[in-house]
């Protein structure tokens, strides 16, 4: 099918954007890598008026070292994150999980921001960016705001975003510890069944220091609290807490309590990885 009729525009500043966003109200949509809704107008799923085409904002893109970690401008294109000399040094978690989002054509195209703002429960950089702590920066016609990633993801394409805000960009901390990513799909590139993005300290065999979140499994990337405290314990015993942490949801790819024994065979995976890297 092709996508319904609609308006386009392409604005030269946030500022235009934002008025433009504003005018449009519920019938406007934000156009950035087009990697997720282009396939969405086709199949009619959705039907807005107004287009507002963001790839001429200049300001949105690039990655930039800063004092504390790294920020991503919300237009820089996934396949950009994931070959940056500065993620891999000061976020690696995020060069391990862009390979895994679809394949390179969409990676080219698809942007940081564009996944965040999708909310997709099974897409990796929601995941990573909640485990690496993210401070998402929000343009609106009240000015800017910051969001903490663990705050933005509501629930399935559910974020905290406002119809008139734009993301802007994200400041990210310096990661500590292990990288920890594995996820399992049908096909490699499709979504995944099941993963796990995160990091660990490890000090002589034992686990100090862990944030694990899942995806794939409940509405929304998880944060595994509990399971994170329990590895300094035992891998075992943090996979028995992820039933404090999980409500896993059934999806066209598994059930329910097929998803909870994917994230308990990702968490043991990881584990014996990082153990295996830290010595
Ligand atoms: C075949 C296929 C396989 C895929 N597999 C995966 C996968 O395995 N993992 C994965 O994570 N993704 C996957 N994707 C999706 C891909 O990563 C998209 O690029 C991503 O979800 C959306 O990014 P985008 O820049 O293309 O956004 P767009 O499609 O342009 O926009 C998506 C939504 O976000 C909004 N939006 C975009 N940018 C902003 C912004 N700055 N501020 C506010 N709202 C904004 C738009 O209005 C729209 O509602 C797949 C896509 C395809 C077609």
Redesign the pocket.
């Known amino acids: 099918m092709k996508a319904p009729p609609f308006r386009y525009a392409r604005p030269r500043t946030l500022a235009a954007a934002l008025k433009l966003l504003a005018e449009g109200g519920e019938s406007a949509?934000?156009?950035?890598?087009?990697?997720?809704?282009?396939?969405a107008l086709n199949m009619r799923l959705l039907e807005p008026k107004l287009l507002i085409d963001?790839n001429g904002l200049g300001e949105?893109s690039g990655i930039s070292e800063t004092r504390t970690g790294i920020r991503v401008g919300?237009?820089t294109r996934?396949a950009v994150l994931g070959a940056s000399d500065i993620v891999a040094r000061r976020a690696p978690l995020l060069t391990a999980a862009v390979p895994?989002?679809?394949?390179a054509a969409?990676?080219n195209?698809?942007?940081f921001?564009?996944?965040l703002?999708?909310a997709?429960p099974?897409?990796?950089?929601p995941a990573c960016a909640v485990a690496l702590e993210a401070q998402l920066e929000i343009a609106g016609p009240r000015g800017l705001r910051r969001v903490p990633a663990r705050d933005f993801f509501k629930g399935v394409y559910e974020t905290a975003?406002a119809r008139d805000?734009?993301?802007?960009a994200a400041e990210i901390p310096a990661q500590r510890g292990e990288t920890l990513f594995l996820e399992l799909?049908r096909r490699h590139?499709?979504?995944?069944m099941a993963g796990l993005a995160g990091w660990a300290t490890v000090q002589q065999g034992r686990v100090t220091e862990a944030r694990l979140v899942f995806f794939g499994t409940d509405i929304r990337a998880i944060e595994a609290k509990a399971a994170s405290a329990a590895l300094a314990t035992s891998v075992e015993a943090a996979i028995a807490a992820l039933d404090r942490d999980l409500t896993p949801v059934a999806d066209f790819n598994a059930g329910a309590a097929m998803k909870r024994h994917l994230a308990g065979a990702l968490l043991r995976r990881a584990c014996a990885a990082v153990m295996v890297r830290a010595a």
């Open positions: 949509r934000l156009l950035a890598g087009g990697q997720s809704l282009v396939p963001i949105l919300a237009l996934q895994f989002i679809a394949h969409i990676r195209r698809g942007t921001g564009g996944s703002a999708q997709d099974a897409a990796e950089l975003l805000e734009i993301l802007v799909a590139g499709d979504y995944a």
